[in-house]
């Protein structure tokens, strides 16, 4: 089992540029979250969807984009990078809500120059 | 809105010793609580959650944790710890009036010393 797939894991991007830091689960998943890790601050959730077509903002989503065409994908887009967006991203996923339980990927480190 | 507090930055071990994490929430109802473990590189595990019922909840890897109404608190332990439960460790709430989202603790990293 796969579980909940992150690419890429390591990225350099510089301020201005755009990129999609991708994630896919094979679990048949509904709900899907990206969160960002910063030292000392834990996980803060970017955007979530509840199944497909289906997103909404979570605690900081400023900068970023995302959509849920298909149940598997949840892509998570930089529209124009930030030194402030340098961090490690993870993606997670659960059944139903988080209350269950999330499965996490293993992150991309993105650092932002 | 609800909150988690993790007092401790670091903590180091020996192996063998036991382990106790702490962990604050603040919320006016009865949450949902959790700790996870993050390995070094890699994503978060879910170790054990708190829905209702008995309040010591047993979780993977030997680790169990409390839940304390009076004190606000969700503190995990481990009777005796082994090198490779160092890692890091997240607390996180969650309630349904807050959509279930889950707010996690800033972590505690947990060194073992042989």
């Known amino acids: 089992n796969a579980g909940v797939t992150q690419t890429p894991k390591f990225q350099v991007l510089k301020t201005g540029q755009s990129m999609t830091l991708q994630c896919a689960q094979d679990?048949?998943?509904?709900?899907m979250s990206w969160y960002r890790q910063d030292p000392g601050m834990g996980l803060r959730l970017i955007h979530y969807?509840?199944?497909?077509?289906?997103?909404d903002q979570g605690e900081v989503p400023n900068g970023y984009n995302v959509s849920r065409s298909t149940t598997e994908d949840f892509p998570l887009r930089l529209l124009s990078a930030a030194p402030s967006q340098t961090s490690v991203y993870f993606c997670?996923?659960?059944?139903?809500?988080?209350?269950?339980?999330?499965?996490f990927g293993s992150g991309t480190r993105l650092t932002v120059v | 809105a609800q909150s988690v507090t993790q007092p401790d930055i670091h903590i180091t071990v020996s192996e063998g010793a036991s382990l106790e994490l702490r962990c604050n929430y603040s919320?006016?109802?009865?949450?949902?609580l959790f700790w996870y473990v993050q390995s070094p590189g890699q994503g978060l595990q879910l170790l054990l959650k708190y829905f209702s019922g008995d309040t010591l909840v047993q979780g993977i890897k030997g680790f169990e944790a409390e839940f304390k109404r009076s004190q606000s608190s969700f503190n995990l332990r481990k009777p005796s710890v082994h090198w490779s439960d160092a890692a890091e460790y997240f607390c996180?709430?969650?309630?349904?009036?807050?959509?279930?989202?889950?707010?996690f603790g800033g972590g505690t990293r947990v060194l073992v010393k042989p």
């Open positions: 996180a709430v969650g309630a349904r009036a807050a959509g279930n989202k889950l707010t």
């Open positions: 679990m048949n998943h509904e709900y």
């Open positions: 919320y006016g109802a009865t949450p949902y």
């Open positions: 997670a996923s659960s059944p139903t809500s988080p209350i269950g339980g999330y499965t």
């Open positions: 969807s509840v199944g497909a077509g289906i997103t």
